[in-house]
């Protein structure tokens, strides 16, 4: 079956940092692409990052690319996303989604929500 | 703007049929299976429906996906109070190497 659970949601000014984390439990976690997702208060989801397994590729949506950066600790069954240059647009709830490929985004996270603003 | 297109409602009275279309282009529902989430207020997404019409293990058979070219639909049928929630389609984008959504449907139950 298995859980994920974000952390590290927060305020935060603009263009400040922020590091999200995501713990995998009750799977084998590194034998699964993992997703990052979020969603603007009020607004639909919008896809962030994907990472495979091995942690060898990487994909981005345009909004984030070259701001943002995904990255996971197979030995700690952790995803994490790396903020920079934030600004208000970037406010919203991320989620973290296991990823089955063909068979889709399977298991989600509660949601850590991240709040930019002075 | 969202690379596929939904529309933003949709209602139905209880036990009635309804019908959700997303609509995509040729790198991504034309070529890639379709997915759909279910979102109540408050909650994480929940995937619906996975490769255009398969369920997952405890979504009830009311439920059901299609597509044809570069169009998707999901149908409920014997709407329930308890179906009311936003409806997201999803597909891989093969040009843009992304994950892309659609905007969203919320279905009310009158």
């Known amino acids: 079956e298995g859980r994920l659970v974000e952390s590290g949601g927060g305020l935060v000014q603009p263009g400040g940092s922020l590091r999200l984390s995501c713990e995998g439990s009750?799977?084998?976690?590194?034998?699964?692409?993992m997703n990052w997702v979020r969603q603007a208060p009020g607004k639909g989801l919008e896809w962030i990052s994907l990472?495979?397994?091995?942690?060898?590729?990487?994909y981005y949506g345009d909004s984030v690319k070259g701001r943002f950066t995904i990255s996971r600790d197979n030995a700690r069954n952790s995803l994490y996303l790396y903020m920079n240059s934030l600004t208000a647009d970037d406010t919203a709830t991320y989620y973290c989604?296991?990823?089955?490929?063909?068979?889709?985004?399977?298991?989600w996270g509660q949601g850590s929500l991240v709040t930019v603003s002075s | 703007q969202s690379v596929l297109t939904q529309p933003p409602s949709a209602s139905g009275t209880p036990g009635q049929r309804v019908t959700i279309s997303c609509s995509g282009g040729?790198?991504?529902?034309?070529?890639?299976?379709v997915y759909w989430y279910q979102q109540v207020p408050g909650a994480a997404p929940k995937l619906l429906i996975r490769a255009t019409k398969q369920r997952p293990s405890g979504v009830p058979d009311r439920f059901s996906g299609s597509s044809v070219g570069t169009s998707a639909s999901l149908a409920i049928s014997g709407l329930r109070s308890e179906d009311e929630a936003d409806y997201y389609c999803?597909?891989?984008?093969?040009?843009?190497?992304?994950?892309?959504f659609g905007g969203g449907t919320k279905l009310t139950v009158l």
């Open positions: 990472i495979r397994g091995p942690g060898n590729r990487v």
């Open positions: 989604a296991r990823d089955l490929r063909s068979d889709g985004l399977d298991l």
């Open positions: 999803a597909s891989w984008d093969v040009n843009l190497e992304a994950w892309v």
């Open positions: 009750g799977f084998t976690f590194d034998t699964y692409d």
């Open positions: 040729d790198s991504n529902i034309g070529i890639n299976y």
